[in-house]
């Protein structure tokens, strides 16, 4: 009786501690690849300054933020991370952008945004989160409470984009469709013709943690 107790004990043990923390090595063992090791901003160029490393979380701060790249291009790739919000906050997730230019229309931007804030009551349906700004709507109420953890993935292939919130899609767009004969803001978006480029966290003065950064390069033949 004490051993199955004992061994009862381990395995719950060890089903919360897979829960917590072996996710992130999970899937870098089914191709993830961690861009963030959770101490420094070691892969990270551009607005260093604006952003803190510290606990395993890459912390945009409040009176900082800015545009941080990753030192590597990117073209077709799911690229997974999670990320809490404060009230009132507004981040984004550049996707095969420049280093130079806004990569909402040099690139593209995916809206990292607390929906629920009063200042944003009356934005455009492209400019909540999970929207590419200006481009595609993404469906609304799927975000978690303010203060808790959220999960995304950001899906590109090709002239394909998805977005998936804590499981559910909330984006899926075709960039061609999307940008034909107009964009949604009706401006110029340059960004949705290129195939590769940096990720981008866009802080925009609100503070705004992520953790478990992590990427899986694709290509045509694997997305098959």
């Known amino acids: 009786m004490m051993l199955r107790a004992l061994l009862a004990c381990g395995l719950v043990a060890v089903a919360a501690g897979l829960g917590n923390t072996s996710r992130a090595g999970a899937e870098e063992e089914a191709g993830y690849a961690s861009l963030f090791d959770g ?3 070691a892969g990270w160029q551009g607005s260093t300054k604006g952003y803190l490393a510290e606990n395993g979380e890459l912390i945009c701060l409040k009176h900082g933020g800015g545009k ?3 030192e590597k291009e990117y073209g077709d790739f799911s690229f997974r991370f999670e990320f809490q919000l404060t009230p009132g906050a507004n981040n984004g997730i550049g996707i095969r952008t420049p280093l130079r230019g806004d990569p909402a229309y040099a690139g593209m931007e995916v809206q990292v ?3 629920t804030a009063p200042q944003y009551a009356n934005l455009k349906p492209y400019q909540f989160h999970g929207s590419i700004y200006g481009v595609a709507a993404a469906e609304r109420g799927h975000l978690k409470p303010v203060g808790e953890w959220n999960s995304q993935e950001i899906i590109c292939q090709g002239k394909h984009v998805q977005v998936i919130l804590n499981g559910v899609t909330i984006l899926d767009v075709d960039l061609e469709k999307a940008s034909t004969p ?3 803001d009706g401006k110029h978006h340059p960004g949705l013709k290129r195939e590769q480029g940096h ?3 866009c802080g925009h003065g609100a ?8 990427i899986h390069e ?4 694997a997305a098959e």
């Open 39 to 41: 101490k420094t901003l």
């Open 68 to 70: 941080l790249y990753t």
């Open 113 to 115: 945004l607390d929906n």
């Open 182 to 184: 107009k964009t949604l």
């Open 199 to 201: 990720i981008a966290f």
């Open 207 to 214: 503070k705004v943690k992520f953790r478990n950064i992590r």
């Open 218 to 221: 694709r290509t045509a033949a």
